[in-house]
């Protein structure tokens, strides 16, 4: 079982900057493609960004493309979310979660994941 608690979150003027990071327990980290999503209120949860085992794949929603970035250190059992140029509809709690996924898998999906953090929230102030 994989425990993932995230942070780095807060308060932001629009165009500013913020990095996410998301620690888990275990030591099979490596084993798992990581994700971040974010939600807002009264809206569903979707995807913002993902990632393979190997940290070497991503994947980004539309609307992050060019201003998010995610990595990871498997040494550190840490997965990353780097915002900039941060927009007040990038305003939700965003999460991390872990997927058992293949070599080289992206997992773009909610239903996909098998582990999630409790969130953290990121306010974007115009």
């Known amino acids: 079982q994989v425990q993932l608690v995230e942070s780095g979150g807060g308060l932001v003027q629009a165009g500013g900057s913020l990095r996410l990071s998301c620690a888990a327990s275990g030591r099979t980290f490596s084993s798992y493609a990581m994700g971040w999503f974010r939600q807002a209120p009264g809206k569903e949860r979707d995807i913002v960004a993902a990632i393979t085992r190997s940290g070497v794949t991503t994947y980004y929603t539309d609307s992050v493309k060019g201003r998010f970035t995610i990595s990871r250190d498997n040494a550190k059992r840490t997965v990353y979310l780097q915002m900039n140029s941060l927009k007040p509809e990038d305003t939700a709690v965003y999460y991390c979660?872990?997927?058992?996924?293949?070599?080289?898998?992206?997992?773009?999906?909610?239903?996909?994941?098998?582990?999630w953090g409790q969130g953290t929230q990121v306010t974007v102030s115009s």
């Open positions: 979660a872990a997927a058992f996924a293949h070599t080289g898998e992206v997992v773009s999906t909610t239903y996909g994941y098998d582990y």
